[in-house]
């Protein structure tokens, strides 16, 4: 049964930091591209960066360039998102997902996670 666990959601003020944990099981981890997604209320899921399985290659929607970071540790079979400099717009249910395929929009994931609340405020 596969699951993927998010962590580290909470609520801070705008300008802090938070660095979202997702934690993989019964997947090989190393087969897949790790990614986030995020979705605000009243808002469809939107992709947030995603990272294939060495960790050599990331992608970063436009909002968050220069500000998330996203990260893997094959060995603890976990991908991260270090987000800095939050802006309340980045107030979201944070989705981890998983994906073998080339195409990242939410209904081509094969797995997800439950997701993490991040509240920013101004």
């Known amino acids: 049964q596969v699951q993927l666990v998010e962590s580290g959601g909470g609520l801070v003020q705008a300008g802090a930091s938070l660095r979202l944990s997702c934690a993989a099981s019964g997947l090989t981890f190393t087969r897949y591209t790790m990614g986030w997604f995020r979705q605000a209320p009243g808002m469809e899921r939107e992709f947030v960066a995603r990272i294939n399985w060495i960790g050599g290659t990331t992608y970063n929607a436009d909002s968050v360039k220069g500000r998330f970071t996203i990260s893997r540790d094959n060995a603890k079979s976990t991908a991260y998102l270090q987000m800095n400099s939050l802006k309340p717009e980045d107030t979201a249910v944070y989705y981890c997902?998983?994906?073998?395929?080339?195409?990242?929009?939410?209904?081509?994931?094969?797995?997800w996670g439950k997701g993490t609340l991040v509240t920013v405020s101004s």
């Open positions: 997902a998983a994906n073998r395929g080339a195409v990242w929009v939410p209904s081509a994931m094969d797995y």
